[in-house]
């Protein structure tokens, strides 16, 4: 949460990866989450081969490896805690520098910080290389209720024009002395969520009328037609294949 | 006398709260022409302009659209016969990109391919907007959505164009530039202005509400000429402004 | 409590997932009904403004700040439905576009962010307002109630999940004393939040409150004048009291919890069955303190969880068919109705 989400999620391109259809990408995507979320974490190797993967991947989008990295900053907490847990868990010790370590808990912070980086590395992927609304077209492809997609692409459209609504009645009160430091100074936060809450909902309502004078009906007409070729399906399934054999491998010799 | 674009009588309409909104609307609109709708705030112009297309449906009252009731069976008719634009641009542009959200509108009268095509680029065209159709309607400046906000209304064709203060929040230049669109179009139209000057560059009737009616009308420098009711109804001139020298050079 | 990647095992991922997506698909159908046609861009724009809210920094303690989490607020405001849809795209979006929580985490993020949140809190605060006056001051005091328990329950429903799903040795024990102690802390900020932003909006709008769609508009109208120092104070009191509650579990076999166990004959059961062939993961049991207390405290945990979660999804259906007959009604009155939608 915060700072990260401010960051642009979209990297304007045009390589292979961007220009495959949203569908493909999506479930290639997934598929090699799921993949990288079940690698028995014994097998350093196996987790090696999907950061390679990943590498290559980034490279044919070509994604600056610096917008990654700074996306990835939204791991960052879970980094923090990882290292806790050979402090907190329990098992066998092992002394490191002096310090007696669970080894259990050593694999976990090996098996959260492998996964939570590279499993992350795919979304941003994913989502630096598709535009938003597309990511949405391609996820009601994938059988995604239309209700979720949509209301996710109108939840997008006006994310920025809410936030900004936010951060204005702040400045608008700090321009006022308000400068709260403890909890019971929050009321005016609160009202001026509450303020904000009834425009937002007010604005969705003139937005359905806005709609309805378009002659809106209840489903939105499909304008988006193109849609993920033969081609791109197969390139989805070579990433996703070698990441799923990758960690079928991993599982065997485990 | 022309055919009548727009033919409104006694509409009443209070909102849920118990408010009365309209009280007794009456209005008449022939076709071609270009009418203003002035009033303080709080008049019920905005809640008329909804009636318009059926959005809001009155207590009481008709409203005629041409030969169509606005009613049900031909409501999606009247919708696609009134073109509204509504007050705030980002209420109006909702989809991701301003292409399609110009196609928004004659996608759901059933167009599709080159037609649909067809009928964005014209729309875009026409308000001079055909550079940022590939924009998300989130980036674009205040003028910019404005006339893409124009666009999609246009692009289904309208009989009737009802603009709700589409020059508030508009930099002198983008004010300009929509005055040139709007007397380009051939459409009907009834614009809701508090912008004096630009009623009375645009249109040749003018007509004051308030508290839910109409109380005035006539040619636009005459309303705007009679200063005893516009301050009746908290309506004002510009500093400086003379109506009618303005509309001598007109 | 963005979760990332394979933070619980994929049995735990899958079993959560397929109750995510039931609790939510019950969520959709509702919403439609309540919404119709202005669906889309309502609970969309109310999406923008949980996720947004979720970015508003509130001060805490010496300057230090906290933010909304909105699972309850979004219940209270658009009904448990409509509430638990949006959070669910919040959390939805915030996997796969902001990378924040796991893709294949999304079970259990959206089981413990917006079902647990959404529907429990609401169950929560509809109980209160059955205890508390009907007025906006009672509204506001159970808006807070309810949204500090529903992080809580969010928090004991991740401890549940550790103990089918961990994927390192941390006993379910210190897991669930860490997570819920520290969400009693958070809870009482989200409930502060809370309760005041619902006590704005219904000064404002308060047929905007859909949680209160069925109370008395004018009793609401009581302006809402309720002291900070009385609000923090009920959340206090409300923390402690869980927190002695949950520390009786936590400690070391508190004899009077252990008998009660033994009388009801909870913790028989849990030692018969115990670990033996428990679907329990490996990792949450090793090291349990006192196994039959543990797993006592689990199940008593997991049956509050259930009830709140299924008393929150029974109101929601309840509500779309009242909702449905209501409109209906107002049809019949005629055109005194404002839109068509
Ligand atoms: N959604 C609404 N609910 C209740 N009252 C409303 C609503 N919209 C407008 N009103 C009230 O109806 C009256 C007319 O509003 P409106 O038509 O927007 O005026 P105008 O556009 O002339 O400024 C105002 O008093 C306004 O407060
Ligand atoms: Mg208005």
Redesign the interface.
């Known amino acids: 949460m915060g700072a990260g989400h401010a960051h642009a999620l979209y990297q304007h391109g045009h390589s292979t990866v961007h220009r495959m259809g949203p569908e493909a990408k999506l479930a290639a995507g997934f598929a090699s989450v799921v993949a990288i979320a079940t690698t028995p974490r014994e097998a350093v190797w196996a987790f090696a081969l999907h950061a390679a993967v990943l590498a290559a991947v980034v490279t044919a989008a070509e994604l600056p490896p610096r917008f990654v990295l700074r996306r990835l900053a939204i791991v960052l907490p879970f980094v923090a805690f990882a290292f806790t847990i050979p402090f907190v868990a329990g098992g066998e010790e092992v002394t490191v520098l002096g310090v007696g370590l669970s080894r259990d808990g050593l694999w976990g912070t090996w098996n959260v910080l492998a996964k939570a980086v590279l499993g992350a590395s795919v979304s941003i992927v994913v989502a630096g290389t598709t535009e938003e609304a597309r990511i949405f077209k391609g996820l009601e492809r994938l059988r995604v209720p239309v209700a979720i997609t949509l209301i996710a692409t109108f939840m997008l459209r006006y994310l920025t024009l809410i936030a900004d609504e936010l951060r204005r009645t702040r400045v608008a009160m700090r321009a006022r002395g308000y400068a709260p430091r403890w909890l019971w100074e929050a009321r005016p936060v609160a009202s001026a969520a509450g303020a904000v809450f009834v425009r937002s909902y007010e604005r969705g309502e003139r937005v359905h009328a806005a709609m309805l004078a378009r002659g809106f009906t209840g489903t939105m007409p499909e304008l988006d037609t193109r849609t993920a070729t033969r081609a791109d399906w197969l390139r989805g399934a070579t990433v996703a294949g070698v990441v799923a054999a990758t960690a079928l491998a991993a599982a065997v010799t485990t | 006398m022309r055919a009548l674009a727009v033919a409104a009588h006694g509409l009443v309409?209070?909102?849920?709260?118990g408010h009365r909104a309209l009280d007794g609307f009456d209005l008449e609109v022939s076709a071609g022409e270009r009418v203003a709708l002035l009033g303080p705030n709080g008049a019920g112009k905005t809640t008329f302009a909804?009636h318009l297309?059926?959005?809001?449906?009155?207590?009481?009252g008709t409203v005629a659209i041409g030969d169509l009731r606005v009613a049900e069976p031909d409501?999606?008719e009247v919708?696609?016969r009134?073109?509204?634009v509504?007050q705030?641009a980002?209420?109006?542009l909702?989809?991701?990109?301003v292409r399609?959200d110009v196609?928004?509108?004659p996608?759901?009268?059933g167009l599709r391919g080159g037609e649909l095509d067809g009928r964005v680029e014209r729309a875009l065209v026409a308000v001079g907007a055909a550079d940022v159709a590939d924009r998300a309607p989130?980036h674009l400046s205040g003028g910019e959505k404005r006339r893409v906000a124009l666009a999609?209304?246009l692009a289904?064709e309208p009989d009737v164009l009802v603009l709700d203060e589409p020059t508030s929040g508009l930099d002198p230049a983008g004010r300009r530039e929509l005055v040139e669109v709007l007397r380009s179009l051939a459409q009907t139209q009834i614009v809701i202005t508090h912008d004096l000057p630009f009623a009375l560059e645009l249109c040749e009737r003018a007509v004051i509400v308030d508290h839910g009616r109409v109380v005035a009308e006539g040619a636009t420098a005459a309303v705007l000429g009679d200063a005893e009711l516009l301050r009746a109804h908290r309506l004002e001139l510009p500093y400086g402004f003379d109506p009618a020298v303005a509309s001598r050079g007109r | 409590m963005h979760a990332p990647d394979g933070f619980l095992n994929a049995g735990t991922a899958v079993a959560t997932g397929a109750i995510s997506a039931g609790a939510i698909g019950v969520g959709l159908r509702q919403a439609r009904e309540q919404l119709a046609d202005r669906q889309v861009p309502l609970a969309g724009i109310s999406a923008a403004f949980i996720f947004a809210a979720q970015m508003f920094n509130f001060p805490v303690a010496a300057g230090t700040t906290g933010h909304l989490l909105g699972g309850a607020l979004a219940a209270i405001l658009l009904g448990p439905a409509v509430g638990s849809v949006v959070v669910a795209v919040v959390v939805i979006v915030q996997a796969l576009l902001f990378a924040d929580g796991g893709v294949s985490a999304l079970g259990y993020n959206v089981l413990n962010m917006a079902v647990v949140t959404a529907f429990g809190g609401y169950a929560v605060f509809r109980g209160l307002l059955r205890l508390l006056p009907r007025t906006a001051t009672g509204v506001v005091f159970a808006s807070g109630i309810a949204a500090g328990v529903s992080v809580v329950l969010s928090a004991t429903a991740f401890s549940l999940e550790w103990l089918f799903g961990a994927t390192f040795p941390v006993p379910f024990d210190t897991v669930f004393g860490a997570m819920v102690g520290v969400h009693l802390l958070i809870g009482i900020g989200e409930g502060v939040l809370t309760g005041l932003t619902v006590g704005a909006v219904l000064a404002a709008r308060p047929d905007l409150v859909a949680g209160v769609h069925d109370l008395d508009r004018v009793a609401l109208r009581d302006r809402a004048s309720i002291g900070m120092r009385g609000f923090l104070l009920a959340g206090a009191l409300v923390a402690l009291l869980l927190a002695t509650v949950v520390s009786q579990f936590a400690a070391p076999a508190p004899d009077g919890l252990e008998r009660v166990a033994e009388d009801t004959g909870i913790a028989e059961v849990a030692r018969d069955h115990a670990l033996a062939d428990a679907p329990f993961a490996d990792y949450a049991t090793h090291g349990l303190r006192n196994e039959s207390l543990s797993l006592a405290v689990a199940g008593t945990a997991g049956v509050v969880i259930t009830l709140a979660v299924g008393a929150g999804l029974v109101a929601a259906v309840r509500r779309g068919r009242g909702r449905g007959r209501a409109s209906e009604g107002e049809h019949e009155h005629g055109p005194a109705r404002a839109g068509v939608g």
Do not use: K
């Not at chain 2, 297309?53 to 009481?60: D, K, P, Q, R, Y």
């Open positions: 309409f209070s909102y849920p709260d909804l297309n059926g959005i809001h449906v009155a207590e009481a409501l999606a919708r696609r009134v073109g509204l509504f705030h980002d209420d109006q909702f989809m991701p990109s399609e196609a928004f509108g996608a759901n009268l989130h999609t209304v289904m």
